[in-house]
């Protein structure tokens, strides 16, 4: 038996995401899901101001010293920002899921 290649056939590609148009409940689906992987990153920092306090004033000085800095106002206010829509997101989500929205 011989053994012939396979044939490809024509079939229709499906669309990318470059194609279809943002809708807000897509972008706001995304955005939900970025807040939730910042608020991630965002307990590593609160871990690291636990460790800080726990081990000594030495410790806690240099978080705070990071923290009061402007790269640290800047994340914590990026946290502070990321918790609050991530929080209210939730809550709509308990609306839908109990049909009131």
Sequence with gaps: MSQSAPTKTQRPLSP????YKPQMTSVLSILHRMT???LT?????FAW?????????G??????NFAGSPVGMLLLFG??????????????HLF???GLL
Excluded at 41 to 45: E, F, I, R
Aim: glycine share 12%.
């Design 16 to 19: 990318h995401l470059q194609v």
């Design 36 to 38: 939730g992987v910042g």
């Design 41 to 45: 990153v965002g307990l590593m920092l």
């Design 49 to 57: 101001w636990l460790v800080a306090a726990a081990i000594g004033p």
């Design 59 to 64: 410790a806690y000085a240099v978080f705070m």
């Design 79 to 92: 946290f502070t920002l990321a918790f609050f829509y991530h929080l209210a997101n939730g809550i709509r």
């Design 96 to 98: 839908w899921d109990s």
